[in-house]
T-cell receptor
Framework: GAVVSQHPSRVICKSGTSVKIECRSL??????MFWYRQFPKQSLMLMATSNEGSKATYEQGVEKDKFLINHASLTLSTLTVTSAHPEDSSFYICSAHQGWDEKLFFGSGTQLSVL | EDKVVQSPLSLVVHEGDTVTLNCSYE??????LLWYKQEKKAPTFLFMLTSSGIEKKSGRLSSILDKKELFSILNITATQTGDSAVYLC??????????FGKGTRLHILP
């Protein structure tokens, strides 16, 4: 079955640094991937839709210069949190679907802690 | 290897029926089990379960966790067409990892 791999699973960084999170579809091509942010006991908040070969579509209120998304191939999307601040500390999750089916497959998430 | 298995993969029932969705898991350092409803791109949080035997309820939806047998069920009573969605089960472990099941696609016929 479809597998989505996300790395790293946890990262701790200093304020002001940039952090890159990778999301890979391992056994299928994903023209579209989604990036979410999750707060404890809450729904996944969609941040942006990553489209292979084109610019990402950001949800309202999400700073595109802060959260850089690159979807350079059909199996890899990256989210870079630039100049991270403590308020960016959160759990970030990616998902992808196979195009012909709306069912989503999720990565295992990245816990970001900014000191 | 950590895994979450949901069953059935797909379910079609008539409006008014009651459905039970299953989620079994094998996860090291279990912390919590979560249920989500996925209709579009962003799944909606339904329940978070951490203790065995305590039923969580929200309207027509309820869920319970059995940490001894390593499974959870999600019940929906008096189903409505608006309940049609993919229901996702996920398990968090103490290493800050979340493992999603493949979901149960529920379709409610009017």
């Amino acid at each position: 079955g479809a597998v989505v791999s996300q790395h790293p699973s946890r990262v701790i960084c200093k304020s002001g640094t940039s952090v890159k999170i990778e999301c890979r579809s391992l056994d299928f091509q994903a023209t579209t991937m989604f990036w979410y942010r999750q707060f404890p006991k809450q729904s996944l908040m969609l941040m942006a839709t990553s489209n292979e070969g084109s610019k990402a579509t950001y949800e309202q209120g999400v700073e595109k210069d802060k959260f850089l998304i690159n979807h350079a191939s059909l199996t890899l999307s990256t989210l870079t949190v630039t100049s991270a601040h403590p308020e960016d500390s959160s759990f970030y999750i990616c998902s992808a679907h196979q195009g012909w089916d709306e069912k989503l497959f999720f990565g295992s998430g990245t816990q970001l802690s900014v000191l | 290897e950590d895994k979450v298995v949901q069953s059935p993969l797909s379910l079609v029932v008539h409006e008014g029926d009651t459905v039970t969705l299953n989620c079994s898991y094998e996860v090291t350092n279990f912390r919590s089990l979560l249920w989500y409803k996925q209709e579009k791109k962003a799944p909606t949080f339904l329940f978070m379960l951490t203790s065995s035997g305590i039923e969580k309820k929200s309207g027509r939806l309820s869920s319970i966790l059995d940490k001894k047998e390593l499974f959870s069920i999600l019940n929906i009573t008096a189903t409505q067409t608006g309940d049609s969605a993919v229901y996702l089960c996920a398990v968090e472990n103490r290493d800050d990892k979340i493992i999603f099941g493949k979901g149960t696609r529920l379709h409610i016929l009017p």
